[in-house]
């Protein structure tokens, strides 16, 4: 049952949908609260699209996930209807139903419109709301579009009206309540040329003008509207302009929080960063003096044994200068002798030759003379500075870039110097089976009979290859897959090959072991044991000569693995050792790859 409504509590506006800003058409409620045409709350969700995006509420802008299921208010339309009855005086403003409408047959030569009572709108809101609705944007032409059904009703309420055309537009858009139309509100200013309300807006010349404008040549054909309902109109806009603004303000407070929490963090990381270095260059400090001190240590104890061993050979030798000033003091004594006798019992003890040491290849030396301690310490100390001289470098570099593990960008520079290696032969230690084209090798479970060269590996199971390097910068990749055990590096030329092997920079090796699948090491003496996050399949191995370089590299993850630094005493040849097979769990081959050009 319909409810009654006072007039005097209901307007327009009440019942007036934000988006559409027409009387509400099947009102839905979404969660928040706010209400709208079921059309226009679902023609604005499709147009900002699904997807990943949020459903929001045009007023509030409350967001939803997921988009919600909106049902027609059965009592906002109820009230909405009652509204429209009520205004187009079907029923009385504060009657329940019964009678109320103007009999039009009882005046059938009466061409005006009957008197208007209060609480009644005229049919000519109906030509406006009609127009509004074939304004709007439509998604379908079928004949189920809400749009399309809402103007057909209007087009039928408007011909029911009255029996009279409608006004011109400018008459029929007035804004009618309950109490009337509102064409004699004392609040409008009036108008400078015929002194009447400016009662109405110009949409085509954006300006407010009376109804006398209107009938005008300059105004009459221009898209007028009432100027208080294009006023609530405007109002409406501004309230979701208004929104939307909050919700960027909002956004963008956010983000300033968000970037005042960042720059309170980075302050802190930055005085972490600096204590820490601070205190690792205090400590390298710290190092270098006690190595300072070792070195003069050094050369102290080193100066101190050379004049111990000096002073001794001084002494040795001034107590033979003596013993012989003495037996030719005693020659010269027996010269002058006139005994006979007595000159011939001493002369046969004197005559003999002294017990003398031969010093002619006795001499005083010692290292310091050499300068081999300052050319080392000064060696030492260009390398560390390069090496410091890098470090803003790479600082800079790791802040810029904080993925893990970073791609190292060496490795695009080293595979500029890829050469082309094969395995000799002659070097192979006989159970390795090197293939025809010197690229592979495996080791095989027996010796192969193969001539006994002086440069052939006999003990170990290694193998060097053709070329050889004294000087410039190389680069080459070797396969080693799912190989348990392998040695790859650099050997010098001059290396012993029969025998037992003392593998290290000091006697010619230059490597980077693998043992058991997962334990790496560089041989030292004693090994450097070696963390490796990323399992490689494929080595690559960079030497620069001159620098006494040598640096190891996983291809795949673009990762520098080790680099050791020394002075190669002469040529240098790639080293290789696929090892043993145990019991075939590393029968895989070493294979020599090409070098691809990484982008």
Known sequence: ???????????????????????????????????????????????????????????????????????????????????????????????????????????????????????????????????????????????????????????????????????????????????????????????PLHLRALEFFCRTDNSCVCSVCMETAEHRRHDAVPAKRECHIKKAQLQIEEAELKELIGERQRKVEEMRNSLQQIQAAAEREIDGTVRLFSKLISSVERCQGEVLEVIEMTHRADEHRAQSLLRELEEEIAELKRRSAALGQLALSEDPVDFLKTFSALSSPPQAKDWSSVSVSSPLTSGLILRTVNLLMERFQEEMRKLPEICQRSSSDQSVPRPNPKVKRVQDYAAAITLDHNTAHPRLMVSVDGKQVHCSDRHQLVPDQPERFDRVVCVLAHQGFSSGRHYWEVEVGGKTDWDLGVASRSVNRKGKITVSPAHGYWFLSLRDRTDYAFRTEPSTNITVNVRPSRIGIYVDYEKGLVSFYNVEARVLIYTFTDSFPDTVHPFFSPCTNKSGRNEAPLIICPVAMTE
């Open 1 to 191: 049952m319909a409810m009654a409504l006072p007039a005097a509590f209901l307007s327009e506006d009440q019942f007036t949908c934000s988006i559409c800003l027409e009387v509400f058409n099947n009102p839905v409620s979404t969660p928040c609260g706010h209400s709208f045409c079921q059309v226009c709350i679902s023609s604005y969700w499709e147009g900002r699209g699904g997807g990943d995006k949020l459903y929001q509420c045009p007023l509030c802008k409350e967001s939803y996930r997921k988009r919600p299921e909106l049902h027609i208010n059965r009592t906002l339309k109820e009230i909405t209807e009652r509204f429209k009855e009520i205004a187009i005086g079907e029923l009385p403003a504060g009657g329940t139903g019964g009678g109320g409408r103007e009999d039009p047959g009882a005046h059938p030569h009466h061409h005006h419109p009957p008197a208007q009572r209060p609480g009644e709108m005229p049919g000519s809101i109906f030509a406006e709301m009609l127009t509004r609705f074939q304004q709007l944007p439509t998604q379908t032409t079928h004949s189920g579009d809400p749009h399309h059904q809402v103007s057909a009703h209007l087009a039928v309420q408007a011909q029911t009206a009255g029996p009279n055309s409608p006004p011109p537009p400018y008459t029929a858009l007035r804004r009618y309540t309950l109490s009337g139309p509102s064409d004699t509100s004392p609040s409008l200013p009036p108008c």
